[in-house]
C-alpha cells in the first residue's frame, strides 16, 4: 500500500504542476499515469510544436515545458507510477484507497484528477489472436529496440511513429512496412525516405495492405497481410508493430459518482473540488463556465486545488497564504540555500 497525502491522477502538465503547489505547501504527493512518461498531451501529441502563451515564456515546445515542469519539481523526490491506469475508488473512514490497472494500491487523504482527455491508449489491431501476443512478439510502443536487432518485423501504420520505426530499425533489422493506403500521414521527408529504402531493398513496403492474421506458438512467426483486391501474403516475423494512433478514454472514472459533462468533470471555481468531497479535478478534464482548455488555466486550477487538499491533509491545521518570494518554509522544501 503506498501511503502518502495525495495522489495525482495524470503526469500532463497541470498534474506535474499541482505537484510543485502541493510541495511547496508541504504536502506529499505521487503521480500516477496510464502513459509511459510525464508530460501528457505536450509529449504524446506535439513534443516538438512550439507552444507560445504560456506566461513568461516567449517560446517552447511541448518537451522543453515537460522537461522544466520536471525539474521544477525535482526538490520534491516524487514518485511517480507510470504505465499505470486508476481503476477502483472506495472511502475508508477519512481517507480514499485507489487501485490500479497494474495491481498498485494507494492510502490517500485527497485525490487531483488531472486526466486531461482521459487516458492515452492505444488503438489496437482488430484481429483475433493478436491480443495473445501483446507484450511477448507484439508491440503498439517500443521500449527496449535492442530486441528487435536482426529479427524481422513487420511495422504496420502510415503515420509518423510507423514510418520513423521502419527507417531506424531498417538499419539493423529486416523490416516490412504495410500501410492500408497508398499515401501516408507522416511527414513528406519520412515519405520519401521509406520510398528510397524501399527502392534499395533495405525495408519491404506494402500499401493497399491490412493484417489479415498472426500465428506462431508462444511468439509470432508468420503474419499474413490481406491486399484491398483479395490477395494474400505471408511474411516471415519474429515482431509485429502496430502504429494506430491513440484512443483516449475517462474509463473507469466515469464511475466514480462524480458529476460528468460531456466527457469533463464539474469542479467550483473555488477550490476546483468536485461533488465528491475531497476528489479535484483539473486542467482538460474539468469542466465550469469560461473554462479555456489551455495549459495557463491547468497552472491556476492547480494552485487552488493543491491549496483545498491542504485540509483533508491536516484537518487541524490552518493553511496561511504566503509568497514563494518570502515563504522560508517554501524555499527549505525547495531546496533553496541562502
Ligand atoms: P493532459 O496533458 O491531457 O495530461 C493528462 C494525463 O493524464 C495524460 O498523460 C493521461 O495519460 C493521464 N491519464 C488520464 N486518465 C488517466 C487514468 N485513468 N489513469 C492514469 N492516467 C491517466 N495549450 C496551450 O495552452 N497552448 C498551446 O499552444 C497548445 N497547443 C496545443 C497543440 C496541440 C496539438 C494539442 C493537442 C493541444 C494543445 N494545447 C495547448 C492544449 C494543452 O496541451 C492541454 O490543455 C494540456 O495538455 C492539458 O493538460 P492536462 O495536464 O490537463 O492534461
Request: charged letters at 25%; aromatic letters at 8%.
Amino acid at each position: 500500500m503506498n501511503k502518502t497525502d495525495v495522489l495525482i491522477i495524470g503526469a500532463g502538465p497541470t498534474g506535474l504542476f499541482c505537484a510543485h503547489q502541493l510541495g511547496i505547501i508541504g504536502l506529499n504527493c505521487e503521480i500516477v499515469d496510464n502513459l509511459d512518461k510525464a508530460g501528457g498531451q505536450c509529449i504524446e501529441l506535439y513534443p516538438d510544436k512550439p507552444i507560445y502563451d504560456i506566461p513568461a515564456v516567449r517560446e517552447c515546445t511541448g518537451e522543453e515545458l515537460t522537461n522544466n515542469l520536471l525539474q521544477q519539481i525535482k526538490p520534491f523526490k516524487i514518485k511517480f507510477h507510470l504505465n499505470e491506469r486508476v481503476e477502483k475508488l472506495k472511502k475508508i473512514e477519512n481517507r480514499w484507497h485507489v487501485n490500479t490497472s497494474g495491481g498498485l494500491k494507494f492510502d490517500v487523504a485527497a485525490i487531483v484528477i488531472a486526466g486531461g482527455v482521459g487516458s492515452f491508449e492505444p488503438r489496437k489491431f482488430p484481429v483475433k489472436d493478436c491480443e495473445k501476443f501483446e507484450g511477448s512478439s507484439l508491440f503498439y510502443s517500443i521500449k527496449d529496440k535492442t530486441i528487435f536487432k536482426d529479427k524481422s518485423i513487420s511495422i504496420f501504420g502510415g503515420g509518423d511513429s510507423a514510418l520513423d520505426w521502419a527507417i531506424e530499425l531498417s538499419s539493423t533489422s529486416n523490416v516490412n512496412l504495410i500501410h492500408r493506403r497508398d499515401g501516408f500521414s507522416g511527414a513528406e521527408s519520412s515519405v520519401h525516405k521509406v520510398k528510397e529504402l524501399n527502392d534499395k531493398g533495405k525495408l519491404n513496403l506494402y500499401t493497399k495492405y491490412q493484417m489479415d492474421s498472426v500465428s506462431g506458438d508462444k511468439k509470432i512467426n508468420l503474419v499474413k497481410i490481406k491486399h484491398d483486391e483479395g490477395k494474400i501474403k505471408e511474411i516471415k516475423s519474429d515482431y509485429v508493430l502496430g502504429f494506430f494512433g491513440l484512443i483516449m478514454q475517462l474509463g473507469p472514472i466515469l464511475d466514480w459518482g462524480l458529476n460528468i459533462n460531456k466527457k469533463t468533470i464539474e469542479v467550483n471555481t473555488e477550490n476546483f473540488e468536485t461533488n465528491v468531497n475531497g476528489i479535484f479535478a483539473i486542467g482538460d478534464i474539468c469542466s465550469y463556465p469560461g473554462k479555456l482548455k489551455l495549459i495557463l488555466s491547468g497552472f491556476h486550477e492547480a494552485a487552488l486545488a493543491a491549496r483545498g487538499c491542504f485540509k483533508y491533509v491536516k484537518p487541524d491545521e490552518k493553511l496561511r497564504f504566503e509568497f514563494s518570494t518570502t515563504s522560508k518554509a517554501a524555499q527549505e522544501r525547495l531546496g533553496i540555500k541562502k
